[in-house]
Every structure is written in structure tokens, then in C-alpha cells.
């Protein structure tokens, strides 16, 4: 843990906002990166150890093209170290697009009046994962607009009907929320439901542009939303997610301020984020934002490596906001978590059209590949695609979540499990070629896995999946 209570002028206490801006921006006008601290920073890292405001500050701060290259390559080989090849999957499911809010860079805002509003009704509902279910999916994130009428009863009630959900052989196994920020009550609620993870962006973490960005409704309340997961690990949601909407502010105010967030919750719960995401800001319906803090993909892609040095054992989500360039390229060297097949239309999922309709989205994605055609690239380049959900099912989640610090947990547990998700997605959904090259990369796992008693275990589930029809199987 690097966290030190003395080095911070706003104290961490439950609730209470952690954020200064003028303490952010001293480290990042401060910290000076010469070739020899970038260096010992980037070691430090390797040795899956924290990083430092000022230690994150110094990888931030570095311009010098070779440097930039050894950060990448660190982080490369720390992901390979933590996290192994594998990939886990995941679709957005959008439930309703009503929202009270006027944020800036969202087709969504209230004034936009270009908008289809949809609330899918629980047939909506049922349609839409059923397609979901049919493609191969296990692990949804549901969307909603900042509305009331989607209060924590409706968001707890659309949990449970998807949970619901069985078609043939299909079924969801975790239901992460994307919300508006509840109060304690409000969460416990959800929490009750089964959710596994709960996020809340703070967009940006800056709070002026913040004001600046978001004109009216609940959500221009910074402080509201910056203690909204303080309010969630009060009701008892210990797995949490985290974000910044990139290009808002100066990518390296969010990338600290991120930490500063992360800082918090170690302080004061004693476990970090689950998750964090790095949205950047795309093009949507009525769109009206100003360019200045555009982020480059040469930036985007250094501030993901940085974010894999800095918190070694957080996943890192990435979504089909990005091309497919970008989303190769950095699966190399940060992130653990993609969306795949994704379509964020109102409905999409279970009408047959390709097209996207901007004014029935939030903004435009540019990563519109099928599921299955994600998962043929990964396959073919080695990574394990996975949809694993046995730790949330079997409580192994907050401060008991010790993926990372538990030795050989990916190999005893994580892989395997990719592994065991993977034949079950061969088995029921793929075509033929995947299907071949699947399990080809299986064998060739098993190998690397070598011989003890839980590969056999792990052998004769594979048996029993083949052969007797058995699924969702896990350690
Ligand atoms: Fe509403 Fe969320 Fe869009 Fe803001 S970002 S306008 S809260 S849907
Ligand atoms: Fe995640 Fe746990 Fe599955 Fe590993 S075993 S992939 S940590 S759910």
C-alpha cells in the first residue's frame, strides 16, 4: 500500500470529497522525469508494487519517445505477468435513454430534443438478452440514463428479469450497473438484487470544467457524484467501478485524479477500484464540445500503459468507443476487460440491422465487429477470450478479492476458468472454424499449464462439458 494519510492536504474520510485541483496540478508542474527516474519507476512497477501520486506523476510528465516506449513495453510485461493472456468479455445493455441531465458531450442531455427516448419494458427487456444470450454473452453491463423513473427499485427489478432470462442454453451470469450515483439506501437495494459491479464515472475530475460541462440536473453536483461509491461501499457494494470521459480536461489531471480516487478507497475501505475505464470523447447526437482537450491516440494510448504501471492490480476496461487499431493495440499492454459485439442503439441487439442510428445512441462506436468475430481475433492472436464469473458467484470479491495477491491465483483459478468459459462458448455458439482454432489454443494451454492435480480436475470438466453437456463449470 503507498498510500500516506500525511501526504494529501484534503484527508480521506468516508463521504467526504478528496479532490484539490491545486495539489493535483503541483505534481504534474513539480515532478521532473529524467531517463533514470522514469526508469526506477517502471521498475518499481514491475515488481507489481503501487505507484505514488508523484511515481505516476514522473511516467506522465515523460516525453521522450524511447521512454515512452520503455513505459509501454513495462507494462506489457507487467500485464503478462498479472494478468496472463487472457480477455474478458462483456456487452452494454442499454435500458432506457430518458435523462433529467444536460451533460455537454452527450447525445442523451435533456435538451436534445433529436432523441428517441426508449425505456425498454420488461418484453424489450427479454428480446434484447435473449439476442445477447444467442451470441454467446454472460456478462452484461446495464445502462441508464439519470432519470427518476429509473430509481433504484427499476434498476433492481430490470436486474432480476435478466437474471430471468434462459433462452435455450443461454443465460447471464453477472449484471454489472452503469447509473446515476444512488444514496445508501438507493444501493442497497440494487445491491440486493445480485448486481456484480456498480459504476459511476466522475467525467471529468476537475471541478470547474466539470460546472462548465454539465449545465443543469442532479448531476452538476461534483461532490454528489465523487462520494457516490463511498455511498455504495457503505451499503455493502465492495466491487466498484471507475472512470474519466477523456478529452473534457488535461488527460493528466484525470489520470492522477484517478489515482487520488483509488488513494481514497485504500485509505479508507481498505480495497481498491475493480474496474477502471478511460472513455474518450466521441462523437454523438447535438454534440457541442470544444476540442482543446482532445486526446491524441499517441497520448491515449501512453496514459493506458500508465495506467497499468500505476495500479497493477485493477482491470482495465476498454470499450468499442475505440477502432479496432487502437483496441489491438493497447490489449497488449493494459487492458483486461473489452466489450464485444457491442451495439448501444436503444433495441439494437435484437433488430437485424447493421446500421447505427446516431440519434438513438449516446455516441458512436467504432468498433461494430460481431462477437464472434472478436473472439476469432483473439483467438488467432493467442489471447484466451473468457467469460468468467466465479469469483462474484462464489464471494470472492472487495477486500476477499485477492486475484492478485493470492500467488498463482491466475493460474489456479483465472485461467482455467477462461479456459472452462471458453470451450462452453465452442461448444453451443461457435461456428465450425472458430471452433477448431478454439480448442487448438486450448491444447496448446493445457500444455503451458503442465501436469498437477488441478489440471486433471481441469481436464475432466473439459470431458464433461464435451461430452456430457454440462455447463458453467468453474473453480
Ligand atoms: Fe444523461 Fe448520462 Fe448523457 Fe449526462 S452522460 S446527459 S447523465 S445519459
Ligand atoms: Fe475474474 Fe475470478 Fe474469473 Fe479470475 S477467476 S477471471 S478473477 S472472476
Not at 487520488?260 to 474518450?280: D, Q
Request: glycine share 6%; aromatic share 10%; charged share 30%.
Amino acid at each position: 500500500m503507498i498510500y500516506n494519510p500525511e501526504q494529501y492536504s484534503i484527508k480521506d474520510e468516508s463521504m467526504k470529497p478528496f479532490i484539490d485541483a491545486e495539489e493535483i496540478w503541483n505534481y504534474i508542474n513539480s515532478v521532473k522525469s529524467t531517463k533514470e527516474r522514469v526508469r526506477a519507476v517502471i521498475k518499481k512497477a514491475l515488481n507489481k508494487n503501487r505507484l505514488s501520486l508523484e511515481e505516476t506523476a514522473v511516467l506522465v510528465n515523460t516525453t521522450s519517445p524511447e521512454l515512452i516506449e520503455e513505459i509501454k513495453q513495462g507494462a506489457k510485461t507487467l500485464k503478462e505477468k498479472v494478468y496472463g493472456n487472457r480477455i474478458v468479455l462483456f456487452a452494454p445493455l442499454y435500458v432506457g435513454n430518458l435523462c433529467a441531465n444536460n451533460c455537454e458531450y452527450c447525445g442523451y442531455k435533456a435538451s436534445n430534443k433529436a432523441v428517441k427516448r426508449i425505456t425498454l419494458n420488461n418484453t424489450d427487456l427479454v428480446k434484447e438478452v435473449e439476442a445477447l444470450q444467442d451470441a454467446g454473452h454472460k456478462r452484461l453491463i446495464l445502462v441508464y440514463g439519470e432519470h427518476k423513473k429509473y430509481d433504484a427499485d427499476f434498476i433492481s427489478n430490470s436486474v432480476k428479469e435478466v437474471y430471468k432470462v434462459k433462452k435455450g442454453n443461454g443465460e447471464i451470469r453477472r449484471v454489472n450497473i452503469n447509473a446515476a450515483p444512488l444514496d445508501i439506501k438507493g444501493f442497497e437495494t440494487v445491491k440486493n438484487s445480485g448486481i456484480g459491479t456498480y459504476q459511476v464515472f466522475q467525467e471529468t475530475y476537475h471541478p470547474e470544467t466539470y460546472k462548465k460541462v454539465h449545465l443543469s440536473g442532479k448531476k452538476r453536483d461534483y461532490d454528489w457524484r465523487l462520494t457516490a461509491l463511498d455511498r455504495a461501499q457503505e451499503a455493502g457494494i465492495d466491487d466498484v467501478g471507475i472512470g474519466a470521459l477523456f478529452g473534457l480536461y488535461d488527460w493528466r489531471f484525470e489520470v492522477l485524479s484517478i489515482l487520488r480516487h483509488v488513494n481514497h478507497f485504500e485509505a479508507v475501505y481498505k480495497v481498491g477500484p475493480h474496474t477502471i475505464s478511460f472513455p474518450r470523447l466521441q462523437n454523438a447526437s447535438n454534440l457541442n464540445i470544444d476540442n482543446t482537450y482532445k486526446v491524441s491516440d499517441e497520448d491515449f494510448t501512453k496514459l493506458v500503459a500508465i495506467f497499468r504501471l500505476a495500479v497493477p492490480y485493477t482491470g482495465l476496461i476498454l470499450t468499442a468507443r475505440e477502432s479496432q487499431k487502437i483496441r489491438d493495440e493497447i490489449m497488449e499492454f493494459g487492458v483486461s476487460q473489452i466489450d464485444g459485439g457491442t451495439n448501444i442503439e436503444m433495441k439494437g441487439y435484437s433488430k437485424n440491422e447493421t446500421e447505427q442510428d446516431i440519434d438513438k445512441e449516446q455516441f458512436v462506436i467504432n468498433d461494430d465487429r460481431s462477437l464472434n468475430e472478436i473472439m476469432n481475433e483473439l483467438i488467432e492472436n493467442k489471447y484466451i477470450p473468457s467469460f468468467c464469473t466465479a469469483c462474484y458467484r462464489l464471494g470472492r470479491t472487495g477486500e476477499h478479492f485477492m486475484e492478485f495477491s493470492v500467488p498463482g491465483f491466475i493460474k489456479r483459478f483465472c485461467t482455467p476458468n477462461a479456459i472452462l468459459t471458453l470451450a462452453e462458448y465452442l461448444e453451443y455458439y461457435a461456428p465450425a472454424k472458430t471452433k477448431e482454432a478454439g480448442y487448438k489454443l486450448i491444447e496448446k494451454e493445457l500444455e503451458k499449464l503442465g501436469n498437477d492435480k488441478r489440471v486433471e480436475k481441469l481436464k475432466e470438466k473439459l470431458i464433461a462439458l464435451k461430452e456430457k453437456g454440462k455447463r458453467d463449470l468453474y473453480f
